[in-house]
């Protein structure tokens, strides 16, 4: 399995057209397999963004678009690097495009690749061949079933399939393909840990209640936006309360990390601000998925709004803060007759809603005020329960 050179200039020369189009004008290429080369062409373009390196290649094939909808990112498959040690033999239950498994391998000694459909194993060899990725076995084989045959591992990594019946989206872990719980018995018997990956919907207390014994839950976003779970579960587990890492790469490249241990989240006190001060702070989207409100403001030193807005202030600027850190030039209490008369003074700008009895939608109804600019809204509740509109730049 390879792309011919006709084959790759049919892919660049038509890389940007309306592929419904280029499928029914299919009969002027008949020298060419068009439905193939239009898969390619729409995984690419999938992959353009989160996997800049791999888009450039075009040695690279991509089995189905579906396989590269759940892959990581280069960012997120990176970052998984960190989890393991360059001695270690690991096991990718649930191979998929790939990616894991590429990222991977560059960092430990020996990497099997599993994957229950042939057509996904053919284009990963191919692909690892094309990388370079010369310490990856390829075994075609449902891993329900080829439990008992498993190579010796160090770590198994497992990322259950996301589709249910009707090719129906699923995040709830019982739902998904492979079932872990079930499985993960079996899989600590024959390795000391195991890795999952799994949907950024999942609910991460009724996950650690499946998956007993894990020591870490990492909670990975990009550019403000939660895209995966990664839930480390030992055998030894010697940990009274799984360590929650909540990670951020923003648009900058600036890498927000914030840790801490999950039981110490309702051992801390809230404390909430009698008034907005002249800070305000949003957290980024992996704080807010794990629920780290009462740490954040502990660790910070900060005061919360209220204890549902997850909007925090202060006096002094904490620039080291994991989110969004805004200058608060005004706080307008809420009310309909302000609302007429406000896009008066502020004609545009970029609103937020946080506890609050309006959608942004709404809100833009009421003021008509015009989406972007400079001026940032936020649209929440105080500690005593008036409803305030806060006026920032960041």
């Not at 690419?44 to 989160?50: H, T, V």
């Not at 094939?61 to 498959?77: D, G, K, M, N």
């Not at 690892?128 to 990856?136: K, M, Q, S, T």
């Not at 015009?370 to 940032?376: F, I, K, L, Q, T």
Request: glycine share 4%; proline share 5%.
């Amino acid at each position: 399995m390879k792309l011919n050179e006709k084959q790759k200039q049919f892919i660049r020369e038509h890389a940007a057209d309306d592929l419904s189009r280029l499928l029914l004008s299919a009969s002027k290429y008949s020298a060419q397999n068009v439905p193939f080369l239009i898969e390619q062409i729409a995984a690419r373009r999938q992959i353009r963004e989160k996997l800049p390196s791999w888009y450039e290649n075009d040695e690279l094939l991509f089995p189905a678009r579906i396989a590269v909808e759940q892959c990581s990112s280069e960012l997120t498959a990176s970052y998984k690097q960190e989890l393991v040690e360059a001695s270690e033999c690991l096991c990718d239950l649930t191979g998929g495009l790939g990616i894991d498994s590429y990222f991977f391998s560059r960092k430990v000694k020996k990497l099997t690749y599993i994957e229950r459909f042939a057509a996904y194993c053919e284009v990963a060899k191919h692909n690892f061949e094309v990388l370079g990725a010369d310490n990856i076995e390829v075994i075609n084989a449902d891993i329900a079933e080829y439990l008992l045959q498993l190579p010796p591992a160090d770590v198994f990594y497992i990322d259950p399939a996301r589709r249910g019946e009707s090719n129906k989206r699923v995040f709830a872990l019982p739902d998904c393909e492979p079932d872990l719980p079930k499985l993960l018995p079996s899989l600590l018997e024959r390795a000391p840990k195991v890795i999952a990956k799994l949907s950024p919907m999942a609910d991460i207390q009724f996950t650690l209640d499946l998956l007993p014994g894990t020591t870490e839950v990492h909670v990975i976003s990009v550019k403000n936006e939660c895209k995966e779970l990664l839930f480390v579960v030992e055998r030894e587990n010697k940990k009274d309360s799984p360590q929650i890492v909540c990670v951020n790469f923003a648009g900058s490249g600036r890498k927000e990390l914030f840790s801490y241990a999950w039981h110490d989240e309702r051992g801390v006190n809230l404390y909430q601000a009698d008034r907005v001060k002249h800070y305000l702070y949003e957290p980024n989207a992996s704080i807010l998925k794990a629920g780290a409100f009462r740490m954040t403001a502990f660790r910070f030193g900060l005061e919360k709004l209220h204890a549902s807005s997850h909007l925090y202030t202060s006096d002094n600027l904490r620039d080291d803060f994991p989110g969004r850190r805004f200058v608060v030039d005004e706080v307008i209490p809420f009310s309909n007759k302000q609302c007429k008369a406000l896009s008066k003074t502020i004609p545009q700008a970029n609103i937020t809603v946080r506890n609050f009895p309006l959608s942004v939608a709404e809100l833009r109804m009421r003021t008509k005020i015009a989406d972007g600019g400079e001026v940032y809204l936020f649209a929440t509740t105080l500690a005593d329960g008036v409803k305030v509109l806060v006026k920032c730049r960041k």
